[in-house]
């Protein structure tokens, strides 16, 4: 099947020399997309520009899109791929039970979680059969210079009332062992000498030049560099650097979790944030409604986040660096340097103990989040792939109502934190 280089932006086709050259289109400059094309008597003819440009209708995109060839040559590639390299393994309740390390790893489900969402997936292409995304998940379709795709806006009643901003000041400056140089018996020798803060040491002979930077660093807010000075002594699990976040406000944090088609280098089908406005949870969520979008929902989220604090669960290891990738294959040259709370760390020291494992899941429980919809990360590929086969939205709302969820317990468990490190 011939492959052309279309750009997404007016739609000109170009040659696989051309790409060679150079990965931009040579009328408007912006990125080549790799396309599979119905084959034709001459290799070298390209189809008609408009036969591969976005409906803005999803009745009319699903409708054009299931005749060509291109589109079920992409579905029959993500079907292959899901069932060769499947990312996660099944077991039953008894194989847990023997072999406990099992619970550490990322991506596994139990047998009867599989069946319960295979049901889920069969009752949700019956609901919404015959019917279009938009009827199925209210949204708008979002346009930039990277592309379109599909946004779902809503807004939860969970109250997100972040801890003050004197307390975690107080909690951070007390602890002198952040300075370099100081451990514990030096740090009992100074309090015992009246230094019982870092502000203190402001006035000391030899302390004071350090502790005026951290003390500035404080009052500026810079989490970044606060971050990094804290992780030279202290573990990325401290209750210490969980209290950086109070220096922000509610406002500077955005809540972020992806769903992939894989555990790397395949794409992203869901992209969700939440901040906060007025003590509520605001989600926006950038649906792919097919791999093309995949581009501009990611433009679109580096452009939201420009300026926020992160807090994901896993997301320094897996999140970030993925959607990194991702831009890295679209040519997008952007580093993604947030500050970034990955609650994960603190979860595995403040709950550790109590819980049988660390999946967000298992997290939910402890917490008594219950979920209407609910579908293992795992089988997103699944769900997704059966969306793209029949072209029935109902597997998307699984995706969609999973993603939201993940979000708003993210946004509980944050709060939830601050009372563990108290306790």
Same mark, same amino acid.
């Given at each position: ?32 997309? +790799? ?6 008597? /001459? ?43 499947? !990312? ?7 194989? +847990? ?10 991506? &596994? ?92 040491? !402001? /006035? ?26 804290? &992780? ?20 500077? $944090? ?7 088609? =894989? ?35 990611? &433009?679109? $989220? ?74 293992? =990360?795992?089988?997103?590929? !699944? ?30 468990? $944050? ?9």
């Amino acid at each position: 099947m011939p492959i052309v280089y279309t750009c997404k932006n007016c739609g000109i086709h170009h040659s696989k020399s051309q790409y060679s050259e150079s990965r931009s289109c040579k009328k408007c400059g912006n990125l080549l997309l +790799l396309q599979f094309v119905a084959s034709t008597n /001459n290799s070298e003819n390209l189809p008609n520009n408009n036969f591969l440009r976005e409906k803005t209708s999803q009745n009319e995109f699903l409708s054009t899109s299931i005749k060509y060839s291109s589109f079920k040559r992409a579905a029959r590639n993500i079907s292959n791929e899901t069932i060769k390299h499947k !990312e996660y393994t099944i077991f039953s309740e008894m194989e +847990l039970n023997k072999k406990p390390e099992i619970k550490e790893k990322q991506w &596994w489900l139990l047998q009867i979680e599989q069946e319960k969402a295979l049901n889920l997936k069969k009752k949700l292409l019956e609901k919404y059969r015959n019917k279009s995304l938009e009827q199925a998940i209210p949204g708008e379709i979002i346009s930039n210079k990277q592309g379109k795709f599909y946004c779902i806006d809503s807004i939860s009643n969970l109250e997100f009332k972040k801890i003050g901003y004197r307390e975690c000041e107080n909690k951070i400056l007390s602890d002198l062992k952040i300075l370099s140089g100081i451990g514990p018996k030096r740090e009992l020798k100074l309090k015992k000498g009246g230094y019982s803060s870092i502000k203190d040491l !402001e /006035n000391h002979p030899l302390w004071k030049r350090t502790a005026s930077n951290f003390v500035d660093l404080i009052r500026r807010k810079d989490i970044g560099r606060l971050q990094s000075c804290l &992780w030279k002594s202290l573990p990325k699990s401290h209750p210490l650097l969980h209290y950086l976040a109070g220096l922000n406000n509610a406002e500077d $944090f955005a809540i972020v979790d992806i769903e992939t088609l =894989g555990l790397s280098e395949r794409p992203i089908v869901l992209i969700g944030i939440s901040t906060i406005k007025n003590e509520k949870v605001l989600t926006s969520q950038f649906l792919m409604r097919s791999i093309s979008d995949e581009p501009g929902a990611i &433009w679109a $989220f580096i452009t939201r986040i420009h300026k926020n604090s992160l807090i994901s669960y896993n997301g320094r290891s897996f999140d970030i660096p993925y959607i990194q990738q991702r831009l890295a294959y679209y040519g997008i040259d952007y580093q993604i340097n947030n500050p970034h709370f990955d609650l994960l760390h603190f979860t595995r020291r403040a709950l550790g103990n109590k819980l049988e494992n660390c999946r967000l899941e298992t997290v939910e429980e402890h917490l008594k989040i219950g979920r209407e919809i609910n579908i293992p =990360g795992a089988l997103v590929p !699944e769900f997704y792939r059966s969306y793209i086969e029949t072209g029935n939205a109902g597997p998307l709302v699984a995706i969609v109502e999973h993603n939201k969820q993940d979000l708003l317990t993210l946004a509980a468990l $944050f709060l939830k934190l601050f009372e563990e490190w108290n306790n």
